[in-house]
């Protein structure tokens, strides 16, 4: 039995990577164990998010639910609020892969402003995509619109094709009188 924390996270990640999911979600339980055994709460709390990532993957929604849950709240106890964020961002995920939208939104507006709050630009982008899908699925177009433009402007180089998609994003923004 293996009981280095790092080689069975290792080892978890190569398992998530070629569909072995139960495999994964034993080599992530066992890790965070070690790792909180050891006193590594923040590296316990990233094991945490990953079995949620494992379990989303293998739609075991509630046991997903509930690793997201364990682990956004030690990384927020343990002041780790880009962590905090990401998992917030999983759990929307999670919510919408399930239809249902109005916590998905819920969830991803929190990791969204998160994000932004400690400068995660990227992931923050990314979130604000997902949550104007969100926004699109609950026919709530203009609300949608907005939010898309505000992930596009998230990101620091965009492609030709998406800085046009910026430039007819806020047309569209302006044409509904929400910008001067």
């Given at each position: 039995?293996?009981r280095d924390p790092h080689i069975l996270?290792?080892?978890?990640?190569?398992?998530?990577?070629?569909?072995?999911?139960?495999?994964?979600?034993?080599?992530?339980v066992a890790a965070r164990d070690l790792?909180?055994?050891?006193?590594?709460?923040?590296?316990?709390?990233?094991?945490?998010?990953?079995?949620?990532?494992?379990?989303?993957?293998?739609?075991?929604?509630?046991?997903?639910?509930?690793?997201?849950?364990?682990?956004?709240?030690?990384?927020?106890?343990?002041?780790?609020?880009?962590?905090?964020?990401?998992?917030?961002g999983n759990l929307g995920s999670l919510?919408?892969?399930?239809?249902?939208?109005?916590?998905?939104?819920?969830?991803?507006?929190?990791?969204?402003?998160?994000?932004?709050?400690?400068?995660?630009?990227?992931?923050?982008?990314?979130?604000?995509?997902?949550?104007?899908?969100?926004?699109?699925?609950?026919?709530?177009?203009?609300?949608?619109?907005?939010?898309?433009?505000?992930?596009?402007?998230?990101?620091?180089?965009?492609?030709?094709?998406?800085?046009?998609?910026?430039?007819?994003?806020?047309?569209?923004?302006?044409?509904?009188?929400?910008?001067?």
């Amino acid at each position: 039995m293996v009981r280095d924390p790092h080689i069975l996270r290792d080892e978890g990640m190569q398992h998530y990577r070629v569909g072995k999911y139960d495999e994964a979600a034993a080599c992530f339980v066992a890790a965070r164990d070690l790792f909180a055994a050891a006193g590594n709460s923040l590296a316990a709390a990233e094991m945490q998010n990953d079995l949620g990532v494992a379990y989303r993957a293998q739609h075991r929604w509630d046991e997903a639910a509930a690793a997201f849950t364990a682990a956004q709240e030690d990384f927020e106890r343990l002041g780790d609020q880009a962590r905090a964020g990401q998992v917030l961002g999983n759990l929307g995920s999670l919510y919408l892969a399930q239809g249902r939208l109005d916590q998905a939104a819920s969830h991803l507006s929190r990791a969204a402003i998160l994000l932004h709050q400690t400068g995660e630009r990227q992931l923050e982008g990314d979130t604000r995509r997902l949550l104007s899908a969100v926004r699109f699925r609950q026919r709530r177009w203009l609300e949608a619109l907005v939010v898309y433009e505000a992930a596009l402007t998230c990101y620091p180089r965009l492609s030709l094709g998406r800085r046009l998609l910026l430039r007819l994003v806020r047309w569209l923004v302006r044409l509904a009188g929400v910008r001067a």
